[in-house]
């Protein structure tokens, strides 16, 4: 069956450290994968896509990163992070083609 | 770029009562999914619209595509506290890319 884990779930960092977000799928091959982030009042937003190994392709403009290794690992990172990088990160994919995402169960990150 | 509003942006309804979230799209809808997520979980699939005029059921929640409004609504028949959470409304913007409106916050009371 296809999953998706997403880890951590809860993450405290304080401000100017670094950040690493580990996405996996499982049961699929070259799936498109998604980072999106969930700030209150503000909705989804998505950060970065992928379609294939090492091919990414950003959003919005800022203080993160993103890489794919492998073909069903997406990593999103930071080298510093900031007060307004806190938010609730949602790593999402779906086979290729426009039906429908599946989500991880995201990763809470406060900045402090 | 387009935008999806929806609202009410929460609502609360007494358990046994009926519902209506709507999305409405600055741009032509060719695809409209339904998400719901309860708080710090992740998004769960409700349902996919794809044609005008198209209505989906799955079990006390229907959902219909208005192409000519460039809108959808999410109805919830005899809500239950299960039903309870933040309702997503998501639409194609380019390849293979969604985008959400804000959500919806629903709190059902017993």
């Known amino acids: 069956s296809q999953t998706i884990h997403q880890w951590p779930a809860t993450l405290v960092q304080p401000v100017g450290s670094p950040l690493s977000l580990e996405c996996t799928v499982e049961g699929t091959s070259n799936p498109n994968l998604y980072w999106y982030r969930q700030a209150a009042g503000r909705g989804l937003q998505l950060l970065f896509y992928s379609v294939g190994i090492g091919q990414i392709s950003s959003e919005v403009p800022q203080n993160l990163s993103a890489s794919r290794p492998q073909d069903r690992q997406f990593i999103l990172s930071s080298k510093k992070l900031l007060l307004s990088d806190s938010g609730f990160y949602l790593c999402?994919?779906?086979?290729?083609?426009?039906?429908?995402?599946?989500f991880g169960s995201g990763t809470r990150l406060t900045v402090v | 770029s387009q935008e999806l509003e929806q609202s009410p942006q929460s609502l609360i309804v007494q358990e046994g009562k009926n519902l209506t979230i709507n999305c409405t799209s600055s741009k032509t809808l060719y695809g409209l999914y339904w998400y719901k997520q309860k708080y710090g979980e992740g998004l769960i699939f409700l349902m996919m619209l794809q044609k005008g005029g198209e209505e989906k059921s799955h079990e006390k929640i229907t959902a219909k595509l208005d192409e000519k409004k460039q809108q959808s609504s999410l109805h919830i028949t005899a809500s239950q506290p299960s039903h309870a959470g933040i309702y997503l409304c998501?639409?194609?913007?380019?390849?293979?890319?969604?985008?959400f409106g804000k959500g919806t916050m629903l709190l059902v009371s017993p």
């Open positions: 998501g639409a194609g913007t380019g390849y293979s890319t969604l985008t």
């Open positions: 999402a994919w779906n086979p290729q083609g426009p039906y429908g995402y599946t």
